[in-house]
């Protein structure tokens, strides 16, 4: 069996840019910088390394591109094979399987790629993994679709076991990619006291971070990671008042959960976000796009949107699927907090590898599958 040739090793705080297929997010959602929080400019700027100028110019055109991109995906059809941000030159490429359909891509404003395998297929290998995702060994970090390579990625850190991954889930071989990382994920669930939200464990204190709060007709809710809402409990915000019991929990699988807020006296859900704007919506930012995240361990940081779709091996059984790669950095204790692009709702912090002193690599459970999962709405401002 054979694979692709290359195997890129990624080091943690230089990871290779990681791009996929576009979600969809009208012009109106992406924000100038002037309707973005004095904290979330400032993290921005400094993790992606622009200024303030710069910063403008790249959310108005990833606000551009975002069109384009869904445009293009209705046109091609079938042989649409995914689209990203360059951003190195901030251009917008769109890949197809059929050559003819070029020149309008290129019509359209965007740089055309011809590529061999259609996204139908990179869907259907990953598929084939993801069956055999409980055979997975704990060196087979994670594995997603890249089309900027026309690949299903798979992250390992042991090259022989992930071959030996991909030939027992008898997914073919071309369109697979493997690629060395230095480290595999982890959940950065962190059972220590502190602030955020914290529940009591038989170990001691349990913490995490709160995502974001929803309602039903009845309750209102603070969604966040469902490894943290499996420690079960009644949850307490940073001033120590209770908030409420776990009502819901997924994990593994899903990782998501939300805890009821019956302290109704004490706690009142809010569209905001800790240092940013009041939340305007959940609609899915594009892959290549700026994303920032928000916990209770480190605060602010700022990356890209790499991957969607991403199936990520946590060890010990624990495999969670359609987690969103980002390259913004997170430690224990920030899992559950927010991903947001600009003022729209984007995820719960799940895991990763690597810390915010090195970088590294995080992914995060998408919001509107939690929401519609238990049937809530998300508050918004």
């Given at each position: 069996?054979?694979?692709?040739?290359?195997?890129?090793?990624?080091?943690?705080?230089?990871?290779?840019?990681?791009?996929?297929?576009?979600?969809?997010?009208?012009?109106?959602?992406?924000?100038?910088?002037?309707?973005?929080?004095?904290?979330?400019?400032?993290?921005?700027?400094?993790?992606?390394?622009?200024?303030?100028?710069?910063?403008?110019?790249?959310?108005?055109?990833?606000?551009?591109?975002?069109?384009?991109?869904?445009?293009?995906?209705?046109?091609?059809?079938?042989?649409?094979?995914?689209?990203?941000?360059?951003?190195?030159?901030?251009?917008l490429f769109v890949g197809t399987t059929d050559s003819s359909q070029t020149v309008r891509i290129r019509a359209l404003g965007a740089q055309a790629v011809v590529q061999r395998v259609p996204d139908s297929e990179l869907r259907r290998v990953q598929a084939k993994l993801d069956r055999a995702a409980g055979e997975a060994a704990p060196t087979v970090g994670a594995w997603y679709i890249d089309p900027a390579a026309n690949a299903v990625v798979v992250a390992t850190t042991s090259v022989p076991e992930a071959e030996t991954f991909v030939g027992d889930a008898d997914a073919d071989a071309d369109p697979v990619e493997i690629r060395s990382t230095a480290e595999v994920p982890r959940l950065f669930a962190d059972l220590v006291g502190g602030d955020a939200i914290t529940v009591p464990t038989s170990g001691g204190t349990g913490r995490c971070s709160i995502g974001f709060s929803a309602r039903s007709a009845n309750a209102t809710y603070v969604i966040t990671a469902g490894h943290c809402t499996d420690l079960g409990g009644t949850w307490s915000g940073n001033n120590g008042a209770t908030i409420g019991p776990v009502t819901s929990s997924n994990f593994p699988t899903d990782d998501f959960g939300a805890i009821q807020v019956t302290n109704t006296a004490g706690w009142t859900g809010t569209s905001r976000v800790t240092g940013s704007s009041s939340m305007l919506g959940s609609t899915e930012a594009a892959i290549g796009a700026s994303v920032c995240r928000s916990g209770s361990t480190t605060g602010y940081h700022c990356g890209t949107l790499q991957a969607r779709?991403?199936?990520?091996?946590?060890?010990?059984?624990?495999?969670?699927?359609?987690?969103?790669?980002?390259?913004?950095?997170?430690?224990?204790?920030?899992?559950?907090?927010?991903?947001?692009?600009?003022?729209?709702?984007?995820?719960?912090?799940?895991?990763?590898?690597?810390?915010?002193?090195?970088?590294g690599t995080t992914y995060f459970q998408p919001i509107n599958e939690a929401l519609s999962s238990y049937g809530l709405t998300l508050v918004t401002g």
């Open positions: 069996m054979s694979y692709r040739p290359v195997l890129r090793t990624m080091c943690v705080g230089a990871m290779a840019l990681l791009l996929g297929i576009a979600g969809t997010l009208p012009a109106s959602a992406e924000p100038d910088d002037a309707d973005l929080p004095p904290s979330m400019v400032a993290a921005m700027q400094r993790d992606l390394g622009i200024t303030p100028e710069q910063l403008r110019s790249r959310l108005s055109l990833e606000g551009a591109h975002l069109l384009v991109a869904e445009q293009l995906r209705t046109l091609l059809g079938i042989t649409f094979s995914g689209s990203w941000i360059d951003r190195k030159s901030g251009e779709n991403a199936t990520v091996n946590y060890g010990g059984g624990d495999i969670v699927y359609g987690l969103t790669r980002t390259n913004a950095c997170a430690e224990p204790g920030d899992s559950g907090g927010s991903f947001v692009a600009g003022r729209q709702a984007q995820g719960l912090t799940s895991g990763g590898s690597g810390d915010c002193t090195s970088g």
